[in-house]
């Protein structure tokens, strides 16, 4: 059974960074991605990016604030958030699809999915 599991939650202010970071258990050649669920809202994809970190994709709301980046020795995948909003708050999620070898955009190509992390931005 494949894992995920997300850590670097936490409150911040409004201006902060944060950092998450996601590993997943066995292969790293994953195409990974980032997700937020903000309460009663969807779950909507923040970044992606490709097996080999060649290619990346953010959502507007974050573009020039949000980096995702990946070190496959360290099987590790990052979301460095800088100048951080009220509305970053939510529950940030990973995800892993195995069969990618490109950006993947849609949740449900995403097979594997941490358990979630909070992420909340004080004003």
């Known amino acids: 059974q494949v894992q995920l599991v997300e850590s670097g939650g936490g409150l911040v202010q409004a201006g902060g960074s944060l950092r998450l970071s996601c590993v997943p258990s066995g292969r790293t050649t994953y195409a990974m991605g980032w997700f937020r669920q903000a309460p009663g809202k969807e779950r909507d994809l923040v970044a992606a990016i490709s097996w080999d970190g060649g290619r990346t994709y953010y959502a507007d709301s974050v573009k020039g604030r949000f980096t995702i980046s990946r070190d496959n020795t360290k099987n590790t995948v990052y979301l460095q958030m800088n100048n951080l909003k009220s509305e970053d708050t939510a529950v940030y999620y990973c995800?892993?699809?195995?069969?990618?070898?490109?950006?993947?955009?849609?949740?449900?190509?995403?097979?594997?999915w941490g358990q979630g992390t909070q992420v909340t931005v004080s004003s």
């Open positions: 995800a892993g699809d195995p069969d990618s070898d490109r950006v993947v955009l849609l949740t449900t190509d995403y097979d594997y």
